[in-house]
């Protein structure tokens, strides 16, 4: 079990680039989150995967984020033409799904984006 | 809608006590509590089920009280390791995902 992993750490960009991440999961784990967080707020739900079918999207996320799981293992989330508000920590979590309604999500280390 | 943590911030000498409240205006099925120091990610602490259960974790436990939709974190003997900021992730019955809290910060002086 070698955790969450998350690549890039850290991300600068010029407004309006696109900016991929990377998140994997740890090995085995059918549910995986991704959060926003910024300075001195708790992680803000973006999305979140079961396998690789998308269940549900925050209405706070525009239409130039998105985000994907292809095989039910890694995922990718995309922002397009960033915005200086984009900046944030973005984290993602896994959870094993045992089949109880409740499962702890475990966190990875996270992207910080900043747009310059 | 996001669930209030009090206080925002509490400073104690090692080996005091304290404790953290969580509560939602919404009806709750589980409180996660996680614990995150600067520049790490959150790490897990326990999960309380509805049934008003208490947990505990070495000197760290917490109760949930599902009539009133709270949830309190205990900390008794604090060490220096203990610092960081504490949130608290609800779950409603409408959502299988967590809703955070903006936090409490806790910082441990010798």
């Known amino acids: 079990d070698t955790g969450v992993s998350q690549d890039p750490r850290h991300k600068i960009t010029k407004r309006g680039q696109n900016v991929t991440f990377r998140c994997d999961p740890i090995?085995?784990?059918?549910?995986l989150y991704w959060y926003r967080q910024t300075l001195g707020q708790g992680p803000e739900f973006l999305t979140y995967?079961?396998?690789?079918?998308?269940?549900?999207k925050s209405r706070l996320l525009s239409d130039r984020f998105s985000a994907e799981r292809p095989k039910g293992s890694f995922s990718t989330l995309e922002i397009q033409r960033t915005e200086q508000g984009d900046s944030a920590m973005y984290l993602c979590?896994?959870?094993?799904?045992?089949?109880?309604?409740?499962?702890?999500?475990?966190f990875g280390p996270g992207t910080r984006l900043t747009v310059l | 809608q996001q669930p209030v943590q009090s206080p925002q911030a509490v400073i104690l000498r090692e080996g005091e006590d304290a404790v953290i409240n969580c509560s939602s205006s919404?009806?709750?099925?589980?409180v996660h509590w996680y614990r995150q120091k600067h520049g790490e990610a959150p790490v897990f602490l326990m999960i309380?089920?509805?049934?008003?259960e208490q947990k505990g974790h070495e000197k760290i436990s917490a109760s949930f009280n599902e009539k009133k939709q709270q949830s309190s974190l205990y900390l008794t003997a604090s060490q220096l390791s203990y610092s960081g900021t504490y949130f608290c992730?609800?779950?409603?019955?409408?959502?299988?995902?967590?809703?955070f809290g903006t936090g409490t910060r806790l910082t441990i002086i010798p």
């Open positions: 309380l089920l509805k049934g008003g």
């Open positions: 919404k009806a709750l099925y589980s």
């Open positions: 992730g609800t779950e409603d019955f409408g959502n299988e995902k967590l809703t």
């Open positions: 995967f079961q396998n690789e079918a998308q269940l549900e």
């Open positions: 979590a896994s959870s094993p799904r045992t089949g109880a309604r409740t499962d702890t999500q475990y």
């Open positions: 090995s085995e784990h059918n549910r």
